[in-house]
Protein backbone atom coordinates (compact mmCIF):
# COMPACT_ATOMS: atom_id res chain seq x y z
CA UNK A 1 0.00 0.00 0.00
CA UNK A 2 0.84 3.55 -0.53
CA UNK A 3 0.74 6.18 2.37
CA UNK A 4 -1.41 9.10 1.10
CA UNK A 5 -1.17 12.63 2.94
CA UNK A 6 0.31 12.03 6.71
CA UNK A 7 -2.34 8.86 7.12
CA UNK A 8 -0.80 5.31 6.41
CA UNK A 9 -3.07 3.05 4.72
CA UNK A 10 -5.60 1.14 7.49
CA UNK A 11 -6.55 -2.76 6.97
CA UNK A 12 -9.36 -3.68 9.29
CA UNK A 13 -10.55 -7.44 9.95
CA UNK A 14 -12.21 -9.48 12.28
CA UNK A 15 -10.95 -11.97 14.44
CA UNK A 16 -10.41 -15.08 12.23
CA UNK A 17 -10.01 -14.01 8.81
CA UNK A 18 -7.86 -13.74 7.02
CA UNK A 19 -5.61 -10.92 5.92
CA UNK A 20 -3.71 -9.72 3.22
CA UNK A 21 -1.04 -6.93 3.12
CA UNK A 22 0.09 -5.27 -0.17
CA UNK A 23 3.48 -3.36 -1.10
CA UNK A 24 4.52 -1.99 -4.24
CA UNK A 25 8.50 -2.08 -4.27
CA UNK A 26 10.38 0.72 -6.51
CA UNK A 27 13.90 -1.51 -8.22
CA UNK A 28 13.43 -4.23 -9.95
CA UNK A 29 17.29 -5.58 -9.23
CA UNK A 30 16.22 -5.78 -5.64
CA UNK A 31 17.20 -9.59 -4.59
CA UNK A 32 15.79 -9.78 -1.01
CA UNK A 33 12.83 -8.95 0.35
CA UNK A 34 11.52 -8.63 3.94
CA UNK A 35 8.25 -8.29 6.16
CA UNK A 36 8.60 -6.28 9.57
CA UNK A 37 5.39 -5.62 11.98
CA UNK A 38 6.06 -2.57 14.29
CA UNK A 39 3.68 -2.59 17.64
CA UNK A 40 3.61 0.58 18.67
CA UNK A 41 6.79 1.62 21.16
CA UNK A 42 8.52 -0.63 19.95
CA UNK A 43 11.28 -1.68 16.83
CA UNK A 44 10.79 -3.40 13.69
CA UNK A 45 10.32 -7.02 14.13
CA UNK A 46 11.15 -9.57 11.54
CA UNK A 47 8.01 -11.99 10.31
CA UNK A 48 9.27 -13.58 7.21
CA UNK A 49 11.85 -12.93 4.37
CA UNK A 50 11.96 -14.39 0.31
CA UNK A 51 14.43 -14.09 -2.28
CA UNK A 52 14.23 -12.76 -5.66
CA UNK A 53 14.34 -16.27 -7.17
CA UNK A 54 11.15 -17.14 -5.14
CA UNK A 55 7.48 -16.21 -6.10
CA UNK A 56 6.03 -17.70 -2.71
CA UNK A 57 7.63 -18.58 0.60
CA UNK A 58 5.57 -20.15 3.66
CA UNK A 59 5.71 -19.48 7.60
CA UNK A 60 3.66 -20.38 11.08
CA UNK A 61 -0.17 -18.58 9.93
CA UNK A 62 2.37 -16.18 7.31
CA UNK A 63 2.78 -16.39 3.75
CA UNK A 64 4.92 -14.15 1.11
CA UNK A 65 4.17 -13.84 -2.42
CA UNK A 66 6.32 -12.37 -4.71
CA UNK A 67 5.26 -10.86 -8.50
CA UNK A 68 8.91 -9.70 -10.20
CA UNK A 69 6.48 -8.86 -13.26
CA UNK A 70 4.66 -5.76 -11.31
CA UNK A 71 7.14 -5.25 -8.65
CA UNK A 72 4.47 -6.32 -5.80
CA UNK A 73 4.82 -7.81 -2.47
CA UNK A 74 1.82 -9.71 -0.12
CA UNK A 75 1.62 -10.40 3.70
CA UNK A 76 -0.67 -13.08 3.81
CA UNK A 77 -1.98 -13.84 7.56
CA UNK A 78 -4.12 -16.55 8.38
CA UNK A 79 -6.54 -16.59 11.17
CA UNK A 80 -5.91 -13.19 12.20
CA UNK A 81 -5.39 -12.38 16.06
CA UNK A 82 -5.76 -9.64 17.71
CA UNK A 83 -2.37 -9.74 18.46
CA UNK A 84 -1.76 -9.23 14.74
CA UNK A 85 -2.61 -5.51 15.20
CA UNK A 86 0.42 -3.62 14.45
CA UNK A 87 1.81 -1.43 11.61
CA UNK A 88 3.62 -3.64 8.75
CA UNK A 89 6.54 -2.97 6.41
CA UNK A 90 7.92 -4.23 3.43
CA UNK A 91 11.65 -3.37 3.31
CA UNK A 92 13.68 -4.77 0.24
CA UNK A 93 16.95 -4.88 0.02
CA UNK A 94 19.55 -3.67 -2.56
CA UNK A 95 22.73 -3.17 -1.01
CA UNK A 96 20.68 -1.67 1.82
CA UNK A 97 17.94 -2.29 3.54
CA UNK A 98 14.75 0.68 2.15
CA UNK A 99 11.41 0.12 3.96
CA UNK A 100 7.64 0.75 2.17
CA UNK A 101 5.54 3.22 3.50
CA UNK A 102 3.78 1.03 5.44
CA UNK A 103 0.25 -0.45 6.51
CA UNK A 104 -1.79 -0.21 10.10
CA UNK A 105 -3.42 -3.84 10.25
CA UNK A 106 -6.43 -3.28 13.09
CA UNK A 107 -8.11 -6.90 13.80
CA UNK A 108 -11.88 -6.04 15.56
CA UNK A 109 -12.78 -8.34 18.27
CA UNK B 1 21.50 -13.08 23.15
CA UNK B 2 19.75 -12.50 20.36
CA UNK B 3 18.92 -8.59 20.95
CA UNK B 4 19.94 -4.91 20.16
CA UNK B 5 19.66 -2.81 22.99
CA UNK B 6 19.37 1.10 22.99
CA UNK B 7 19.61 3.37 25.26
CA UNK B 8 18.25 5.42 26.21
CA UNK B 9 14.71 4.63 25.85
CA UNK B 10 13.56 8.19 25.68
CA UNK B 11 15.92 11.38 25.61
CA UNK B 12 14.77 15.30 25.89
CA UNK B 13 17.43 17.54 24.90
CA UNK B 14 17.78 21.36 24.25
CA UNK B 15 19.24 22.57 21.28
CA UNK B 16 22.64 23.86 22.45
CA UNK B 17 22.97 20.10 24.64
CA UNK B 18 25.10 17.26 23.26
CA UNK B 19 24.22 13.93 24.26
CA UNK B 20 24.70 10.84 22.49
CA UNK B 21 22.64 7.66 21.68
CA UNK B 22 23.64 3.99 22.45
CA UNK B 23 23.28 0.61 21.00
CA UNK B 24 24.84 -2.54 22.07
CA UNK B 25 24.54 -6.24 20.26
CA UNK B 26 26.30 -9.61 21.63
CA UNK B 27 24.91 -11.88 18.70
CA UNK B 28 28.63 -11.68 17.08
CA UNK B 29 26.63 -9.37 13.97
CA UNK B 30 29.20 -7.10 11.88
CA UNK B 31 27.07 -4.96 10.15
CA UNK B 32 25.49 -1.91 12.19
CA UNK B 33 22.88 0.65 11.28
CA UNK B 34 21.16 3.80 12.34
CA UNK B 35 17.38 4.47 10.86
CA UNK B 36 15.33 7.65 11.96
CA UNK B 37 11.65 7.34 11.88
CA UNK B 38 9.41 9.87 12.32
CA UNK B 39 5.33 9.52 13.76
CA UNK B 40 3.39 7.53 10.82
CA UNK B 41 6.45 7.03 8.45
CA UNK B 42 8.95 3.75 7.84
CA UNK B 43 12.36 3.87 9.33
CA UNK B 44 14.85 5.70 7.16
CA UNK B 45 18.67 4.70 6.95
CA UNK B 46 21.15 7.48 8.00
CA UNK B 47 24.61 5.39 8.74
CA UNK B 48 25.59 1.90 8.20
CA UNK B 49 28.90 0.59 9.45
CA UNK B 50 30.68 -2.49 8.36
CA UNK B 51 33.80 -4.15 10.60
CA UNK B 52 33.66 -1.14 12.75
CA UNK B 53 34.23 1.06 9.65
CA UNK B 54 31.61 3.52 8.12
CA UNK B 55 30.45 2.33 4.89
CA UNK B 56 27.06 3.95 4.08
CA UNK B 57 26.36 7.95 5.18
CA UNK B 58 22.76 8.62 3.34
CA UNK B 59 23.68 12.38 3.20
CA UNK B 60 22.83 13.12 7.24
CA UNK B 61 23.86 16.61 9.23
CA UNK B 62 26.78 17.10 10.55
CA UNK B 63 25.00 17.59 13.52
CA UNK B 64 24.55 13.71 13.47
CA UNK B 65 27.70 11.91 14.33
CA UNK B 66 27.82 8.05 14.43
CA UNK B 67 30.89 5.94 16.11
CA UNK B 68 31.41 2.52 15.87
CA UNK B 69 34.13 2.05 18.91
CA UNK B 70 34.00 -2.07 18.71
CA UNK B 71 32.24 -4.82 17.11
CA UNK B 72 29.33 -4.72 19.84
CA UNK B 73 28.60 -0.69 19.95
CA UNK B 74 27.39 1.79 18.13
CA UNK B 75 27.10 5.36 19.20
CA UNK B 76 25.10 8.45 17.85
CA UNK B 77 26.59 11.76 18.94
CA UNK B 78 23.79 14.46 18.76
CA UNK B 79 24.65 18.40 19.10
CA UNK B 80 23.14 21.90 18.32
CA UNK B 81 20.06 19.66 17.25
CA UNK B 82 16.90 21.25 16.11
CA UNK B 83 12.86 20.58 16.56
CA UNK B 84 12.48 18.83 13.35
CA UNK B 85 15.00 16.08 14.61
CA UNK B 86 12.41 14.83 16.81
CA UNK B 87 11.96 11.14 16.49
CA UNK B 88 12.63 7.70 17.35
CA UNK B 89 15.98 6.49 16.73
CA UNK B 90 16.76 2.70 15.56
CA UNK B 91 19.52 1.06 15.88
CA UNK B 92 19.77 -2.49 14.16
CA UNK B 93 22.21 -5.09 13.18
CA UNK B 94 22.85 -8.04 11.19
CA UNK B 95 25.43 -10.69 10.41
CA UNK B 96 27.32 -8.66 7.66
CA UNK B 97 26.48 -6.82 4.89
CA UNK B 98 25.81 -9.42 2.44
CA UNK B 99 22.34 -10.03 1.57
CA UNK B 100 21.48 -12.61 4.62
CA UNK B 101 18.66 -14.63 6.26
CA UNK B 102 16.55 -13.05 9.01
CA UNK B 103 17.05 -9.82 7.92
CA UNK B 104 18.13 -7.25 10.21
CA UNK B 105 17.20 -7.01 13.85
CA UNK B 106 16.03 -4.01 15.50
CA UNK B 107 16.45 -2.21 18.85
CA UNK B 108 13.33 -1.32 20.29
CA UNK B 109 14.55 2.79 19.82
CA UNK B 110 15.32 5.96 21.96
CA UNK B 111 12.31 8.79 21.67
CA UNK B 112 14.08 11.90 21.34
CA UNK B 113 12.11 14.85 21.42
CA UNK B 114 14.39 18.13 20.60
CA UNK B 115 12.64 21.30 22.51
Known amino acids: GESVGLHLPTLSVQEGDNSIINCAYS??????FIWYKQESGKGPQFIID?????DKRQGQRVTVLLNKTVKHLSLQIAATQPGDSAVYFCAENLNKLVFGAGTILRVKS | DTEVTQTPKHLVMGMTNKKSLKCEQH?????MYWYKQKAKKPPELMFVYSYEKLSINESVPSRFSPECPNSSLLNLHLHALQPEDSALYLC??????????????FGSGTRLTVV
Open chain 2, 27 to 31: MGHRA
Open chain 1, 27 to 32: NSASDY
Open chain 1, 50 to 54: IRSNM
Open chain 2, 92 to 105: ASSQDRRVGAGGYT
